[in-house]
């Protein structure tokens, strides 16, 4: 979550929590939008990912942290409630993955957010066929 952009960057979705699961999903970012400071919750494992990966490390504040963790729960809720509409009997992730893909596409460019007005990104560069889906999608 790019908090001064306020969109949704990226996810990684794992059985585990430790420094090569970390360093993969930092990895995928830098390749995505270059070295930039990573900002946690002080966990070692996101430490060690973050030196490998040649990149800043800081420890959020509390106030970050209770919006970082409001957002995780909101995504864990929505998560759960549409697994247990669409559960998957496979034990990957593809369902929650897609279903990942799918809230950050309209998280990011059809949901208006309150404090910025608008979606939080451009829709400028979208593909026109993409743009006829976000038109159909934002009707009410």
């Not at 992730?93 to 893909?101: A, C, L, P």
Request: glycine letters at 2%.
């Amino acid at each position: 979550m790019n908090l001064q952009l306020k969109a949704f960057l990226s996810f990684y979705i794992s059985w585990h929590q430790n420094s090569l699961d970390a360093y993969y999903f930092i990895r995928k970012l830098v390749k995505k939008y270059g070295k930039k400071t990573i900002y946690t919750d002080g966990a070692l494992w996101y430490v060690d990912a973050c030196r490998w990966a040649g990149v800043d490390h800081v420890v959020y504040d509390q106030s970050l942290k209770n919006l970082i963790e409001r957002m995780n729960e909101y995504i864990k809720d929505r998560t759960k409630a549409f697994d247990d509409l669409f559960p998957c009997k496979r034990p990957k992730f593809d369902h929650v993955k897609n279903r990942f893909k799918a809230f950050r596409f309209f998280y990011n460019y059809v949901f208006t957010n309150e404090e910025i007005g608008s979606a939080p990104l451009s829709n400028e560069q979208l593909s026109e066929w993409i743009k006829q889906i976000l038109l159909i999608a934002s009707m009410r």
